[in-house]
């Protein structure tokens, strides 16, 4: 290992990842800006104000880094990141107006600003762009691991919509939620990238673990931060979960430890879908130890996740993978 990336590991930082596929990257940015094009102006004026939001487009760094890893050398990585980064973007456009949403990366969210049709459709046009690139790519295998990954997404924004307000959601039940809707298209982006290189089976599977177990960890801390972090840290709301009605593992955790003073009053503010009571809520997750139970969590699956990595050959790329497990789970400092 270099010592640049050995740097990376102790002190990561997500634009040195970057930089291993530097130039990979920028033709991702060109293709994006090309793909979302059209007749329709309301199209393009949505989709610039999207480009410009700031994402930070881990899903298509994945792709692009497992491809690197198993020694591709082609460009049809760059639609595949493409697609990835489409059918993430979609999700979002439809998940923000599922939850009447109004701030994403610190910014009003596209339904705010022009209302919930117009980002349905939206949406929709990137799901059709995101089919367009599959079929120019012509790999049958990376078609079904895709539209399986897109299938299972929709499913699990459906049953996370059947338990908004549900305060009796048990930890496994949620793990499943999140599996279906963060993870899954970690693990199709690690998968993919790992088939198009023509990866042997069990390169591929690891890759494709690695993607389901860095995905459960990112929205773990995505779920600590939304109680032990700021709006700014977060770009929402703090608190913003539960005045949706979403029981996520720290609130699980707090109503199953808490005492029962807390856990009525967490239950309370779920089936109501209310924050009026925040700082009870935040005192609850805090005094339950749900904090330190959901850190441990993402914790155990970052290990998980780069366990998987031990199995296959090291190099530049597979060190950047790491450093980007790494990365995550810091923002839990």
């Known amino acids: 290992m270099n010592s640049d990336l050995a740097e990376l590991l102790t002190e990561p930082s997500l634009d040195q990842v970057r930089s291993l596929t530097a130039g990979s990257f920028e033709a991702l940015n060109d293709l994006i800006e090309r793909e979302l094009e059209s007749d329709v102006l309301l ?4 989709g610039q104000y999207i480009v410009g939001s700031g994402g930070k487009r881990l899903r298509p760094l994945v792709v692009m880094l497992v491809a690197r890893a198993c020694g591709y050398r082609g460009t049809d990585h760059i639609k595949l990141s493409a697609l990835v980064e489409f059918l993430h973007t979609a999700t979002l456009l439809h998940d923000d107006v ?5 701030m994403r990366r610190n910014r009003r969210t596209a339904n705010a600003i022009w209302g919930n049709s117009a980002s349905i459709l939206v949406g929709d046009f990137l799901y059709s762009r995101a089919f367009e690139l599959m079929v120019d790519i012509g790999s049958m295998e990376l078609m079904a691991i895709i539209s399986e990954a897109t299938n299972c997404i929709a499913e699990g924004e459906v049953l996370q919509l059947q338990n908004v307000g549900n305060e009796e959601l048990t930890e496994d039940q949620y793990l499943e939620i999140i599996r279906r809707k963060t993870a899954m298209l970690f693990q199709a982006s690690a998968h993919t990238g790992a088939v198009l290189a023509g990866a042997d089976e069990s390169t591929a599977q690891s ?3 690695f993607g389901l177990y860095f995905g459960l960890a990112y929205q773990l801390i995505d779920d600590w931060l939304d109680y032990a972090g700021s709006s700014e840290s977060m770009g929402k709301n703090v608190g913003q979960d539960l005045a949706e009605g979403k029981a996520t593992l720290p609130l699980i955790h707090a109503m199953a ?4 003073i807390q856990a009525n009053c967490i239950r309370n503010a779920l089936v109501q879908r ?5 700082h009870s809520v935040l005192r609850a997750v805090q005094d339950s130890g749900a904090l330190a139970y959901t850190r441990a969590k993402a914790e155990h699956y970052t290990e998980q996740s780069l366990n998987a990595l031990t199995l296959i050959p090291t190099n530049a790329y597979s060190a950047g993978l790491e450093a980007l497990a790494n990365i995550a789970v810091c923002r839990m400092k």
């Open 43 to 46: 199209i393009n004026e949505i």
């Open 207 to 209: 890759f494709r673990d």
């Open 257 to 260: 430890n808490g005492s029962v």
């Open 274 to 278: 209310s924050i009026d009571d925040l």
């Open 98 to 102: 599922v939850d009447s949403s109004t």
